[in-house]
């Protein structure tokens, strides 16, 4: 999703499990008038195929009109590749036995399969693996450094790392112009506000990575994610201090 605001001249991608909604609610806190939402011109990116199946599976009508922004600040936060993955999980899983199905209709042929391929995170991440050259891949969690660059290219101006929110919200106050104070008070529920109510915790994220394979294909799909924007490869490292 792409979020404008226009006074501000600010443009916010929201990419899937990255934070976005603490990030959007933190600008309409902070006092600023969203005025378009509209699927992201990274869709533009797709290949024919996945553009005609996203096209058919969403309302298209809302598809972002990139030239009308093309000269307002556009930043985006990304996340941990590790518990970006585990949080998708969860989150998806959860989807499914509410039986909201994503944002497919109920008739549609797919939805019993998303629910085989949620059995475990392992089933997870070979699903992912398996899909990841067709159009089960957009929709999905898409790698950061495919959303963000053209080759070596960052297709927007800035990002910030979600782990670092506040410091990251502080610079686009900046660039934005927006007052920012850390005692202002309509700050006080999101300065200690977590990504989500996650059903799981951080310190126990290394135990959903211990099988070999799931390892294998993770970084298969997910190793330029933490090269580009600089997150260890340890789990321990990571996660566990």
């Not at 600023?32 to 699927?39: A, D, I, P, T, Y």
């Not at 590790?82 to 499914?96: G, M, T």
């Not at 202002?184 to 506000?193: A, C």
């Not at 294998?216 to 997150?231: L, Q, T």
Request: charged share 30%.
């Amino acid at each position: 999703m792409t979020y404008a605001f226009e006074k501000e001249k600010l443009l916010f991608i929201h990419l899937t499990k990255c934070g976005g909604i603490f990030v959007a609610n933190f600008l309409k806190n902070m006092g600023l008038e969203q005025v378009v939402e509209g699927r992201s011109f990274l869709v533009e990116r797709l290949s024919p195929e996945n553009k005609k199946w996203f096209t058919e599976q969403h309302d298209h009508s809302r598809a972002f009109d990139e030239k009308k922004y093309e000269k307002n600040f556009k930043f985006t936060c990304v996340r941990n590749p590790y518990s970006r993955l585990v949080s998708a999980y969860h989150f998806n899983k959860q989807r499914i036995e509410g039986e909201k199905r994503f944002a497919l209709g109920p008739k549609d042929k797919r939805t019993k399969e998303y629910a085989d391929h949620y059995k475990d995170f392992d089933s997870f991440i070979s699903f992912l693996h398996e899909s990841a050259s067709n159009q089960y891949w957009s929709g999905f969690i898409t790698p950061l450094n495919d959303e963000l660059f053209d080759g070596e290219r960052f297709l927007l101006d800035y990002y910030f790392k979600i782990e670092n929110k506040m410091e990251g919200l502080r610079e686009v106050c900046r660039r934005g112009g927006i007052p920012y104070d850390e005692k202002d008070p309509r700050l006080d529920v999101l300065v200690n506000s977590t990504l989500a109510a996650n059903k799981y915790s951080e310190t126990d994220l290394p135990d959903y990575y211990l099988d070999s394979t799931t390892m294998r294909k993770f970084m298969d799909m997910y190793a330029k994610d933490f090269e580009k924007f600089g997150y260890s490869k340890d789990l321990a490292d990571t996660f566990t201090h």
